[in-house]
């Protein structure tokens, strides 16, 4: 199984400021890895795919990059409703797979 | 807009079977070459990936739960449903259903996901 490892655990940023989001794949996943937001009592909800492409909605400030083995989520500038937990996910090897999660908090 | 709402008991005494539905509205879930997922999340922690159907009716399953799962669409009821048997304490968690994108990408549309308690 391919292992996500997400890093930081958690974030602690202000409102305004630039976060950045680690995940580090125990094998290649080439370019098949996305990126997923949650809230408390919510869905995921998909915001990057196949390493930098942003899903339909997902404003710019969010953006993806890597491939391989390592990959980065920035939020250029961190808004009120972007104080969540936010996951990697990969498609590339069986079984898909999800990061342990990195909460993105106040 | 395709939408996905899963169903079942909330609660499931060990040893028994976890059956659940999602059911899919907006489109059909036979159109497109999408397949259709079953996710799974434990109170406080992270997501697991259980397995999916193809509009063709072939899965994939997570090989750690593979010998107790089964993913099936019902195309008459536009749904498809998990079935995981022999159950325990650890199978307690929200079950989400979602969108598979295939070739084309991740899982993009989510149910808002279902709550399951094993427990006697």
């Known amino acids: 199984e391919t292992v996500l490892t997400q890093s930081p655990a958690t974030l602690s940023l202000s409102p305004g400021e630039r976060a950045t989001l680690s995940c580090r794949a125990s094998?290649?996943?080439?370019?098949?890895l996305a990126w997923y937001q949650q809230k408390p009592g919510q869905a995921p909800r998909l915001l990057i795919y196949?390493?930098?492409n942003r899903a339909t909605g997902i404003p710019a400030r969010f953006s993806g990059s890597g491939s391989g083995t390592d990959f980065t989520l920035t939020i250029s500038s961190l808004e009120p409703e972007d104080f969540a937990v936010y996951y990697c996910?990969?498609?590339?090897?069986?079984?898909?797979?999800f990061g342990q999660g990195t909460k993105v908090e106040i | 807009q395709v939408q996905l709402q899963e169903s079942g008991p909330g609660l499931v005494k060990p040893s028994q079977t976890l059956s659940l539905t999602c059911t899919v509205s907006?489109?059909?879930?036979?159109?497109?070459?999408?397949?259709w997922a079953w996710i799974r999340q434990p109170a406080g922690k992270g997501l697991e990936w259980i397995g999916r159907?193809?509009?063709?009716?072939?899965?994939d399953y997570n090989a750690s739960l593979q010998s107790r799962v089964t993913i099936s669409l019902d195309t008459s009821k536009n749904q498809f449903s998990l079935r995981l048997s022999s159950v325990t304490a650890a199978d307690t968690a929200v079950y989400y259903c979602?969108?598979?994108?295939?070739?084309?990408?991740?899982?993009?549309?989510w149910g808002q996901g279902t709550t399951v308690t094993v427990s006697s």
């Open positions: 979602a969108r598979d994108l295939g070739h084309q990408g991740p899982e993009d549309v």
């Open positions: 907006g489109g059909s879930i036979t159109s497109g070459v999408y397949f």
């Open positions: 159907v193809s509009t063709g009716g072939n899965t």
């Open positions: 094998q290649s996943v080439s370019s098949y």
């Open positions: 196949d390493g930098f």
């Open positions: 996910h990969q498609r590339a090897n069986w079984p898909r797979s």
